[in-house]
């Protein structure tokens, strides 16, 4: 059945906005499932994981690149990717956005998570997974690559590799370069 809804959910998109999906094959350092983009980014505001008193809110994050990474701590391809993400934060700086979206998880385990793999950059909690359903996700992990003017650039359904990080931080340096071009 969930094949059934990732195929389906594919074919949609396809008939729809051919030019905004791609589909890569197997091997390589190319992503492994469907990326779509193209849309708005759902806002969502949410309380962060390290200080629940706290809140994020995208559309605050307006006017700059912003990579969104949802993940929840049970999730063992989100485990294999952590460290990937947060090396490719410490090497864009203040040039991208990362913003992690623990959901349908506990905060004690979330917590547990950016400790054990020494996550620097800001998570937010979304215990129901409210934001996961306003993207439509259908996996953990998925990565949305957000332009500074809200626009999903793209997203991967599963797994980095590097390459596929890399080629979305390019992607949204480019939007960057285009937008400050632009005015």
Known sequence: MAIGLVLSATAVALVVRPSLVKVSGPGGDAP???TFGGGAAPAFTLSELIDPSATLSLAKLRGRPVLVNFWASWCVDC???APLLEAAYR?????VTFVGVDTNDTRAAALSFLHEFGVTYPSVYDPHGTAATAYGLFGLPTTVFVSPG???LERNVGV???GS????????LRSTRHRSSAR
């Open 32 to 34: 492994k499932f469907v």
């Open 79 to 81: 485990r294999k990717e």
């Open 91 to 95: 090497r864009v700086g203040a040039r």
């Open 150 to 152: 809200g626009r999903i």
């Open 160 to 162: 980095l590799t590097s």
């Open 165 to 172: 990080l890399d080629q979305g931080i390019t992607l949204l």
